[in-house]
């Protein structure tokens, strides 16, 4: 009895502490608006000649792209809900600038899917200026053409929304780390090629995760993927040398096209050992099913 109760003081105490720390969403009512708002926002660089920025979006329709002229970014912000006009903050220390784009309020969420609810951001960055990007998007769209950016660091996360992103030109900027964390929904990456990464981390979740390495590879890569029970699929240019390390279990539907396997668990193309370039892959996969193309 002792030990059960001592155990049990603890669990409230954990329970606790993980009240006061982590947003729990509320049912609180939200202002609907009688006629949507449209505002536009522009932060430039104040002084600084690099950038981290942080964009939240935690529902609806997100859009990232390149426009000339912005200073640093651009927003467009199109919503009806009172609670969601976003927040944005900047610090600047030396040489770097950081700032944070967020919903309002992110806390409040509708629990159903309410049509009549509007939230629409369109968010432009300016060319030449290396960013460190972040960006976070819980359910909705989001549509991210990064061609023409210079892109230092970039990580992604989805929870239900399916997210594309793209690289239709190499990336001006070495990006050190790519980090991709994919939910319930469908993650889609093109060009990824030009993306000119040195290291690429992606967690899956349930839902579906699409690479696309087409591009003009400039030199080796790593990339450490952790599919989830959904399925992934990797497209690998045939001119790249590619091998792929796999850990899993029999419940993983495996298909390869362009791949031999070499030893157990290790498959590589046919330009592998041969190729200027050379791609790494460590792929774990517990559940679901996984494609490899090297075409």
Same mark, same amino acid.
């Given at each position: 009895?002792?030990?059960?109760?001592?155990?049990?003081s603890i @669990?409230?105490?954990?329970?606790?502490?993980?009240?006061?720390?982590?947003?729990?969403?509320?049912?609180?009512?939200?202002?609907?608006?009688?006629?949507?708002?449209?505002?536009?926002?522009?932060?430039?660089?104040?002084?600084?000649?690099?950038?981290?920025?942080?964009?939240?979006?935690?529902?609806?329709?997100?859009?990232?792209?390149?426009?000339?002229?912005? #200073?640093?970014?651009? #927003?467009?912000?199109?919503?009806?809900?009172?609670?969601?006009?976003?927040?944005?903050?900047q610090?600047?220390?030396?040489?770097?600038?950081?700032?944070?784009?967020?919903?309002?309020? #992110?806390s409040?969420?509708?629990? @159903?899917?309410?049509?009549?609810?509007?939230?629409?951001?369109?968010?432009?960055?300016?060319?030449g200026?290396?960013?460190?990007?972040?960006?976070?998007?819980?359910?909705?769209?989001?549509?991210?053409?990064?061609?023409?950016?210079?892109?230092?660091?970039?990580?992604?996360?989805?929870?239900?929304?399916?997210?594309?992103?793209?690289?239709?030109?190499?990336?001006?900027?070495?990006?050190?780390?790519?980090?991709?964390?994919? #939910?319930?929904?469908?993650?889609?990456?093109?060009?990824? @090629?030009?993306?000119?990464?040195?290291?690429?981390?992606?967690?899956?979740?349930?839902?579906?995760?699409?690479?696309?390495?087409?591009?003009?590879?400039?030199?080796?890569?790593?990339?450490?993927?952790r599919?989830?029970? @959904?399925?992934?699929?990797?497209?690998?240019?045939?001119?790249?040398?590619?091998?792929?390390?796999?850990?899993?279990?029999?419940?993983?539907?495996?298909?390869?096209?362009?791949?031999?396997?070499?030893?157990?668990?290790?498959?590589?193309?046919?330009?592998?050992?041969?190729?200027?370039?050379?791609?790494?892959?460590?792929?774990?996969?517990?559940?679901?099913?996984?494609?490899?193309?090297?075409?």
């Amino acid at each position: 009895m002792t030990r059960l109760r001592r155990f049990g003081s603890i @669990g409230v105490l954990f329970f606790l502490t993980l009240a006061c720390t982590i947003p729990v969403p509320t049912v609180e009512p939200l202002t609907i608006l009688e006629a949507p708002v449209e505002e536009t926002q522009a932060v430039g660089l104040d002084g600084a000649t690099r950038a981290e920025v942080r964009l939240s979006l935690l529902s609806r329709r997100l859009v990232v792209r390149l426009n000339d002229g912005v #200073g640093l970014l651009q #927003g467009w912000f199109h919503y009806n809900v009172a609670e969601w006009k976003p927040q944005i903050k900047q610090t600047t220390k030396d040489s770097l600038t950081q700032v944070t784009v967020n919903q309002g309020i #992110g806390s409040q969420i509708p629990l @159903g899917q309410d049509d009549t609810l509007v939230n629409e951001w369109e968010v432009w960055f300016e060319r030449g200026v290396p960013i460190d990007l972040g960006v976070n998007v819980g359910s909705g769209t989001a549509q991210l053409d990064l061609t023409g950016l210079s892109i230092s660091a970039l990580s992604l996360t989805s929870g239900k929304s399916d997210l594309t992103v793209s690289f239709l030109i190499p990336n001006p900027e070495p990006l050190s780390t790519l980090r991709v964390t994919a #939910g319930t929904g469908h993650f889609i990456a093109s060009g990824l @090629g030009n993306a000119n990464f040195d290291h690429l981390i992606v967690t899956g979740g349930t839902g579906t995760v699409d690479l696309d390495f087409s591009g003009a590879w400039t030199r080796s890569a790593l990339a450490t993927i952790r599919a989830g029970a @959904g399925k992934i699929t990797l497209n690998v240019p045939a001119t790249v040398g590619t091998r792929v390390k796999l850990s899993s279990t029999p419940a993983v539907l495996l298909e390869s096209n362009g791949f031999v396997e070499r030893v157990e668990d290790e498959y590589v193309n046919y330009a592998y050992g041969q190729a200027t370039t050379t791609f790494t892959i460590d792929l774990t996969a517990g559940a679901g099913a996984v494609k490899l193309s090297s075409q």
